[in-house]
C-alpha cells in the first residue's frame, strides 16, 4: 500500500509529538490535563503563566502547546503570538473556556492551530492534538498543498516600471498592460 502524505495516520502523531507543554493556570485542571497526556506516553510540562511558559519554551522547546486563554498577566492571545514569533512550526491548541466567535477569530489571527472549548472531552482533544500536530508535520515537512497548488496557478513577475504583478497562469505567454504604467508587457512562460 502507497503512503498518501493527505491520508489521516495516528502513529505519525506519536513520532511527531513526545513533549507537550500544558499552560494552564488552574492547578487542578492543569493535573488533570498532565495525568490524561502521560497515560497517552507524552512528556508534559506545566506552566502557570506566560513567564513560565517562555522560560519552558525557550529551555526545552515542547512538540505541542495547549494554551488557555485567561493568565494571569499575560493573556494566552499574547503568549500564542510570542511562540509564532519564536518558533511558527511548533502547533498551539488553545483551549480555553471562552466560547465566542471573535475570541476564536482573534487565537487565529495571532497564530494558533486549533481552538477547543472548556469543557471537553478528553478523547476529543486527543483526536486534536492529533489532527493540529499531522497537519502542522505535513505543513513543514512535505509543504502546504494549497500554498503550492496557488503558487502553481499564477504567474509573479515584474513590469519595466517595478511593479511586481501576479496573474493567473492561463494568462502565460499572452500580452497584458500593466497597471501601473500602462505598458505592455508579455506574462512569461515559465
Not at 495516528?10 to 490535563?33: F, G, I, S
Request: net charge neutral; hydrophobic share 35%; glycine share 6%.
Amino acid at each position: 500500500m502507497a503512503f498518501d502524505p493527505h491520508q489521516h495516520d495516528p502513529r505519525l502523531t506519536k513520532v511527531v509529538v513526545h513533549h507537550v507543554l500544558v499552560v494552564e493556570d488552574n492547578a487542578d485542571e492543569a493535573q488533570v490535563l498532565k495525568l490524561l497526556l502521560e497515560r497517552k506516553g507524552y512528556q508534559v510540562t506545566v506552566a502557570k503563566d506566560g513567564g513560565q511558559a517562555h522560560s519552558s519554551f525557550v529551555m526545552r522547546k515542547p512538540d505541542f502547546v495547549i494554551l488557555d486563554l485567561i493568565l494571569p498577566g499575560e493573556s494566552g492571545y499574547e503568549v500564542c503570538e510570542h511562540f509564532k514569533k519564536t518558533d511558527p512550526n511548533v502547533p498551539v491548541m488553545i483551549v480555553s473556556a471562552i466560547e465566542l466567535t471573535e475570541s476564536k477569530n482573534l487565537a487565529q489571527r495571532v497564530g494558533c492551530d486549533g481552538y477547543l472549548t472548556k469543557p471537553y472531552d478528553p478523547d476529543h482533544l486527543l483526536k486534536q492534538m492529533t489532527v493540529i500536530a499531522e497537519k502542522n508535520w505535513r505543513k513543514t515537512h512535505m509543504g502546504d498543498p494549497q500554498q503550492e497548488r496557488e503558487q502553481n496557478d499564477y504567474v509573479r513577475f515584474t513590469c519595466i516600471c517595478g511593479k511586481r504583478l501576479k496573474v493567473s497562469a492561463v494568462h502565460r505567454g499572452k500580452s497584458l498592460t500593466c497597471s501601473n504604467c500602462g505598458e505592455l508587457v508579455t506574462v512569461p512562460r515559465h
